[in-house]
DNA sequence: CATGGTGCCTGACTATGGTCAGCTATCTGT
DNA sequence: ACAGATAGCTGACCATAGTCAGGCACCATG
């Protein structure tokens, strides 16, 4: 029969013949493919370098192991390790010039696996949104939560995201000038805040929390990349930014959403939100709710 | 900056953590993964075993690493090797009943890692759509053209994807009943073929060849997985199934199309077929083409 | 029936990744 | 100051994968 299963396993053997293919350009520059982890582990980190511990973590390598690839890597004169100014025991690596060369060697390889591979398709979006699908089902354990500035560019993406699918989602459409705080001022320490769900370098999804320094505040801007809708993590976010807004000493948060929304509006009624009458003069919302912390 | 290709990136690193966790589970029952992999490349070809230097074609590996697998293999009690019939030079590997009991553990593995993996998605029949243009645009050298029976399981999966699709797409809907020789009966041979395009045991493509053993074929039912479209794949059944047409001794071939079909009119237009008067009572069709060989 | 080619096997060797015990230097808490 | 924990290093060891030359049996040709 032609199964879902079959389906994946032709997913998994084309992504794994294609996997084994890029490893394969990783070894065209003479180097073994640990060493060759190592060093871009360490590259990814900037000029700063890295602590071991982090890079082990990061390459699931044991403590003995990745020190003989340092050695290695020392000796090639590509990597310097440092002791670490805070902490005697642990060490810091980092790239020397010439590991900084042969860093941007290796990206410039997969950048060009990945660019012809994009180049080649007729449908270059699609293959990203069906990327970006499979990516977050896979890694959907791996999703972290951190605080931003919203100005940020990762935060900027997340916003023009949300405001365009506000666009397309409201009958009469939707301008972010036309709402209270376009620019999202109040949503940076000390009153507020701003959370970005992070996946292996690309934001997933925000949530602002605005506040004046009192004990109320309001919840603005939630938004899922669509690619991770339904894995729950718009109740991870919702949950984490309650807590910064319990560490900012607020025990009343309020929002407002719209109908053209529904699966928000469902989120908050099944997470401990009740309605509430209009508190504001916002052209767009039509639902408003609180919650006590 | 926010770039395709820290989608992509992401992508690899998602799909080689998931693809390292299958090799894990693969290690899960105490053998090397290389043995394992033998173990399922014979098993894969059923009871009639199967040609060494195709399971090392398949693997990619060197003979003598091969050999000595199936050493090991032979004496888990796993693996029979027997010579040829056809020539002695070559032997043929089959699972004995405890090989195929040790494959079907390993099966169900992969088949559990995928079920699970399906089950804890919202959405699982876009993960399957987005595995699918993945694997397609991998895999897009890989794929293969040939003969098949219109009867055939992955022949009707094939053109049950065709009828939906031109119900979905033309405005009065599409009941195959209504047209011309709804059973595929004069695709067959003597006097007519019919083609699939294969990618890694899922069918991606189709096409029709009707004869009456005279020199006018008609091309129809050519259809193309949703996946796979803008690869050429079109173009590359078109072009086989004139091979086919002229080893069947005709000489002109014609078709009927329609205009909610563009993409197919317009494969038509350019690759050597003209337009000509309806040829036929069909309901469904408003251009016809003929092409002379 | 000789010749060269093919498919498979064996033995010898290497590289890479990975494990583990034990060591030193350093930090943390009391 | 001291005990215990922590980070990293070294040496010794092992398993797996992979390479290569040479050999044997068999096949296809003349």
């Known amino acids: 029969m032609l199964t879902d299963i079959a389906r994946i396993r032709r997913f998994n053997r084309a992504v794994t013949t294609e996997v084994g293919a890029l490893d394969d350009s990783f070894l065209g520059r003479g180097r073994p493919l640990g060493v060759a982890r190592v060093l871009n582990a360490i590259g990814q980190s900037g000029s700063a370098g890295r602590e071991l ?41 980092r790239l020397t010039a010439k590991g900084q060369g042969e860093f941007a060697a290796y990206e410039s390889l997969s ?15 699609s293959l990203l949104d069906a990327m970006d699908l499979i990516a977050s089902a896979l890694g959907r354990n791996r999703i972290e939560i951190s605080q931003a500035d ?17 666009a397309r989602r409201f009958d009469q459409g939707f301008d972010v000038t036309l709402s209270a705080d376009p620019d999202a001022a109040s949503m940076r320490a000390p009153c507020g805040t701003f959370l970005l769900a992070w996946s292996d370098g690309l934001p ?3 949530v602002g929390l605005k506040g004046n320094g009192g004990t109320v505040g309001e919840i603005k801007r939630m ?19 309650e807590s910064a807004a319990r560490a900012l000493s607020m025990n009343t948060l309020r929002l407002d959403t719209n109908s053209a929304l529904p699966e928000a509006v469902a989120l908050y009624r099944n997470s401990g939100w009740h309605e509430i009458p209009r508190f504001n003069n916002d052209p767009y919302p039509d639902h408003f709710f609180e919650k006590a912390l």
């Open 53 to 93: 511990g982090e890079v082990r973590d990061f390459l699931q390598l044991d403590s003995g192991l990745l020190s003989r690839i340092l050695r290695t890597l020392e000796e090639e004169g590509l990597v310097l390790t440092a002791p670490h100014p805070d902490d005697g025991r642990k060490r810091l690596a």
């Open 111 to 125: 950048d060009g696996h990945a660019a012809r591979l994009l180049g080649g398709h007729p449908r270059p979006q």
């Open 150 to 166: 919203p100005r940020d560019e990762a935060s900027l993406y997340c916003l023009t995201e949300y405001y365009s699918e506000l």
């Open 204 to 206: 997933l999804g925000c």
């Open 223 to 241: 938004w899922i990349a669509p690619s991770a809708r339904g894995l729950g993590l718009a109740k991870r976010l919702m949950g984490a930014v």
